[in-house]
């Protein structure tokens, strides 16, 4: 009986050569999967499944996990104002984990003998995946032809070309990956310490000039309104928002991050509707939160965010945050509102029942209705009454040596 192998397929080169390596090589039954988790359009997905079938898979599947992939992973990375290094908004590792766990659960309903995926040996991605995997289905054997065998591009195209595959081999000088949550491109000027991406090498090129405001709603966290236009789905504002915010060449920059595997790498992104809802989310919060809640969400959060890039997603103290994160959402409810700029934005301000800046309790620098000056006065000898007596004490002993 022959072995059935599951392939996570993207339909370029590397994934096209594993379908081949995989029937005519190891003789497995090559059933491809494909996870949209944003990239991809209609037309896109289409001319992948035919490139796969074409290049002999039994079946192809197409999953269209935008939804699954909001709900289950960028949602709390709003919840947590979540910039990895303070910079990058996690596009691809978030990513990479939701179609892992999609490219398991379609080697399960097979009952597959393998699983495979087309990453190198140099990146984060074959951790991620193989992760996934070990966790998700033991036992079933993981397959790599592309890391396993260090193949150069060049090898790779001559091997298809030796075995009748027709497809476009020419190679961008930019390698790019799209998704919901922003995009990530690579070029020559990201491999060593220094250097800009050209302006023809981002995806989205700008063409708005001037400026306009923006007015997005939260409710409990979530974007559900963007200039009062509601959507049935948070992902649909954020692709929303991206519509209006790309044009204007916000989001872009250049992370330089610590891999899993213990080297750094930049690379450039283009995240325009992040990087606007992280910190328009992160404004609300801090009209809406108290002192306490925002110290201790920043501190879950920023492990939540690192964990989630070393491929963690699964283990439960994962859960065990988000269910603090979805907690601390319950008053972010409001309207934030945001000037767009060529290459920037601005916060303007908030509205919100929730607002805790409330002029009935005082003015910052100016009056206040809750409290007296003699109720500050003792107050402050209070306060500070235990560094009062460390430093008592500490005079009387020093004098006494």
């Known amino acids: 009986m022959t072995k059935k192998v599951v392939l996570g397929f993207s339909g370029g080169l590397d994934t096209s050569y594993c379908v081949k390596y995989l029937t005519r090589e190891m003789g497995y039954e090559v059933h491809s999967i494909i996870v949209n988790t944003g ?22 599947k197409t999953v269209h996990a935008v939804k699954n992939y909001y709900d289950s992973i960028i949602k709390y990375l709003i919840y947590g104002n979540i910039l990895k290094n303070n910079t990058y908004p996690l596009s691809v590792s978030a990513e990479r984990l939701s179609q892992a766990i999609h490219i398991a659960d379609h080697a399960r309903e097979l009952n597959a003998d393998a699983v495979a995926h087309g990453s190198t040996g140099a990146g984060n991605d074959q951790v991620r995946f193989d992760m996934i995997f070990h966790i998700m289905i033991p036992g079933v054997e993981i397959i790599t032809p592309i890391r396993d065998l260090q193949l150069t591009r060049e090898e790779e195209i001559a091997y298809l070309k030796e075995n009748g595959v027709a497809m476009n081999f020419d190679k961008s000088m930019y390698s790019i990956n799209k998704g919901l949550w922003g995009t990530s491109v690579g070029g020559k000027e990201t491999l060593s310490s220094k250097g800009m991406l050209p302006e023809d090498a981002w995806p989205t090129q700008v063409t708005k000039t001037g400026n306009e405001e923006v007015k997005l709603h939260f409710e409990k966290g979530e974007l559900k309104k963007v200039n009062d236009k509601k959507m049935d789905h948070p992902s649909e504002a954020i692709q929303y928002l991206q519509a209006i915010a790309g044009p204007y060449g916000i989001g872009r920059d250049i992370h330089v991050g610590d891999t899993i595997i213990g080297i750094k790498g930049r690379v450039g992104f283009e995240a325009a509707a992040p990087m606007v809802i992280l910190k328009a989310h992160h404004a609300l919060e801090k009209h809406v939160l108290t002192k306490w809640q925002q110290q201790w969400k ?30 601390s959402q319950r008053n972010v409810t409001g309207d934030v509102f945001v000037q767009l700029f060529p290459f920037r934005f601005q916060i303007i301000g908030i509205e919100s029942k929730y607002d805790l800046m409330n002029s009935k309790f005082g003015k910052y620098g100016e009056m206040n209705t809750g409290f007296t000056g003699d109720d500050v006065r003792g107050f402050s000898k209070i306060f500070g009454n235990q560094t009062f007596i460390y430093h008592m004490v500490k005079t009387d002993a020093d004098d006494k040596n």
């Open 39 to 60: 990239g991809f359009s209609k037309e896109e997905l289409k001319h992948i499944e035919e490139h796969a079938i074409t290049l002999g898979v039994k079946s192809h």
């Open 298 to 327: 920043d501190q879950l959060s920023q492990f939540y965010g690192n964990w989630l890039h070393e491929g963690q997603i699964l283990d439960p103290v994962m859960r065990d945050i988000e269910t603090y994160l979805e907690s």
